[in-house]
């Protein structure tokens, strides 16, 4: 498994932005497919982006298309999610995890059980 560590979290005014930060270690980072998820108080973990292992395909939820994006440091084994005009909705704990499997296609990785490492989390909250 890879060792996860989010940073980055805090209260921010919606329309503003964020990075969040996943500092990784453990077995060879580089190899693996990584993406964040988020849960809400009183809802279901859900998917928000993901990466390969080269960063060479990226898939994200609907609804942060075009605000977040997703990107990785291989050399530095670190994993980013930028965030822009967030909206109260983003308000969530963020997790960075890493994937069980390969593949070339982020859209593979859009399921929790796609992964086998997590994170502690990250608080966002977005104030209206």
């Known amino acids: 498994q890879v060792q996860l560590v989010e940073s980055g979290g805090t209260l921010v005014q919606a329309g503003g932005s964020l990075r969040l930060s996943c500092a990784a270690s453990?077995?060879?980072?580089?190899?693996?497919?990584m993406g964040w998820f988020r849960q809400a108080p009183g809802k279901e973990r859900e998917f928000v982006a993901a990466?390969?292992?080269?960063?060479?395909?990226?898939a994200y939820a609907d609804s942060v298309k075009g605000r977040f994006t997703i990107s990785r440091d291989n050399a530095n084994n670190m994993v980013y999610l930028l965030m822009n005009s967030l909206k109260s909705e983003d308000t969530a704990i963020y997790y960075c995890?890493?994937?069980?499997?390969?593949?070339?296609?982020?859209?593979?990785?859009?399921?929790?059980?796609?992964?086998?490492?997590w994170g502690q989390g990250t608080q966002v909250t977005v104030s209206s």
């Open positions: 453990g077995r060879t980072f580089s190899s693996n497919a």
């Open positions: 990466i390969t292992w080269r960063g060479g395909s990226t």
């Open positions: 995890a890493g994937a069980r499997g390969w593949s070339v296609v982020a859209g593979a990785f859009t399921s929790s059980r796609e992964y086998d490492s």
